[in-house]
């Protein structure tokens, strides 16, 4: 891998400060890496190949792209260094081993140039770790499903994304993988976030056999943009904390357990309410109903003959012949026994208790 | 100097929506960043006509309301007639006690609601303790419903208040709140569904009558 540093020098402290950045980001990833600069691509490419630290001349000739039968003749004539590589006769040279190695020797040292297409980030993601033994135990798994998250933050960075959802696959031995879903509420690429939300997930889950090797794969990236922080309150930032409390909450507690309230114009008191997003706009309010009850008793419940006072009523409602759910209904208000207040209802010759009025 | 007959000083109040009622609260309300239980003798009550100005003012404001754990469907053509802004609430269910303790602590850690309405099954006193601290650290108004039963057992909570039907009211009895402790159970003048109705009360006559006719002349709503 190349890097174009001389332009970030300055951003990231020095050369020491961005090395140092980069070793501890490539060992998060769970890679090992040899760094090594120099003016230019191909320079910087043949000192890492030797493992740093030296100057040009000194490095083997081992470091070429050069064909064996070139490598060989060199040798023979007793060159082991670029150094004694660069004092030959460049005719001599280009005559014996070729035009290509003189050509490298030059974009090495500058005199040619060496026009490189810039590095695309793939648009989705897939990566897996072998674990180095069987894991049983979810914070096992999480360490090195985090080693993974590192590099998709790396990836979505670079191609400014964040996903929604990705996908843990446990490999076991001898069965099939378990895939584990993360939704989010909002994009996002942070591997720390990701990794928690990982983590909520894997606890409620809990590991059935041992795991092998853990990959994680990521599509639909969404464009994601860096947000300027507002100097008075920032209703933005607000915002993206209530989606990530959600998100948190439905993780552990499945996406249907968090919503919202809405009306919805039915007269059957069960189907005149909707579940929606939670945050989302709501529909205007319907017209004066009768009273309704704060609290819904959903199924109604059967009640008997006795055991209650009627106070109010009846309300008629009767609706839905053409969905099916049919309601011929008589609604009263009524008082039990401990004085509590109760929303019934009488069809077919039966009473149901439908919401109480808390 | 410090007067036994002071209230200690909340970090904050929301009006209850219930003048008579505010005076015998510290802070003139609901406590803010407190734990408040309410303990009902039965549900259907009124429990939660005592709450539902508060809330009607907070969402209209357009602060965040959080339902965590409730024991039946809050149903949405009620609440707004009660003037909730439907918008700005959010239930969240959670099925088992130890969920609800977790997603409670996690509403009042994030600092994003301004009030969270819960209700927990059993809860026992370490459970009440760590959603006593959550509450200390967030500035929104706490209630948590519990059975009667629980008068008995001791409490976190910074108020405790045990409600009991009256007639056509509710009657609260304030059992522990920060200052002076309240001599006297109060009476609060719920909205109670038979005056929303705007109707007489229902003749038995005509009761004995709906027992035993199916079908009654009556306006119908189709």
Known sequence: MLLEVEGSLRLAGGLEPLAARLRADIAAMGLAAQLAVAP????????????????????????????????????????????????????????????????????????APEPRAFFSPPPRFAA?????????????????????????????????????????????????????????????REAGRLGRLLGERLAVLGLARPVEAVRIEARDFEPMHGFTAGFFGDARAEAEGWARLVERLRVRLGD???????????????????????????????????????????PPRRLGETGFELLAGPERIESGWWDGGDAKRDYFIARFEDSSLAWIYREAGEWFLHGLFA | MWRGGAFARPAGAVPTGYPGFDRELPGGGWPLGALTEILGLCEGVGELQLVLPALAALTASGKRVVWLAPPHLPYAPALAASGVDLAHLVVVRAPGRRDALWAAEQVLRAGNCHALLAWLRDARYPELRRLAVAAGTSRAFVALFRRREAIATSSPACLRIA???????????????PGAPAAAPLRIAVKKPVHALGRTPFPLSAARDARTHRRLGLPVHA
């Open chain 1, 40 to 111: 230019t691509a191909r320079a910087a490419l043949w000192l890492a190949r030797d493992g740093g630290g030296r100057t040009l001349e000194d490095l083997p000739l081992a470091v070429l792209d050069a064909d064996a039968e070139s490598l060989e003749f060199l040798r023979g004539i007793g060159i082991s260094t670029l150094g004694g590589l660069l004092s030959l006769p460049r005719e001599g040279l280009a005559r014996r081993c070729g035009r290509r190695l003189l050509d490298d020797l030059d974009r090495a040292l500058g005199k």
């Open chain 1, 256 to 298: 249907e357990a968090v919503y919202g309230l809405a009306f919805h114009p039915d007269h059957r008191p069960e189907r005149a309410w909707r579940r929606v997003d939670a945050d989302a706009d709501a529909p205007a309010a319907p017209g004066d109903l009768g009273p309704r009850p704060l609290w819904l008793v959903e």
């Open chain 1, 128 to 188: 897996q770790i072998e674990l180095p033994a069987e894991v049983t135990h979810a914070e096992g798994v999480l360490f090195a499903a985090r080693r993974l998250l590192v590099q998709l933050e790396g990836l979505l960075a670079a191609r400014q994304a964040g996903v929604r959802r990705f996908t843990l696959a446990l490999l076991h031995r001898n069965a099939a993988p378990t895939a584990v879903e993360v939704d989010l509420a909002s994009a996002a």
């Open chain 2, 163 to 177: 409600l009991e039907p009256a007639g056509e009211g509710l009657c609260a009895r304030i059992l522990k709140r």
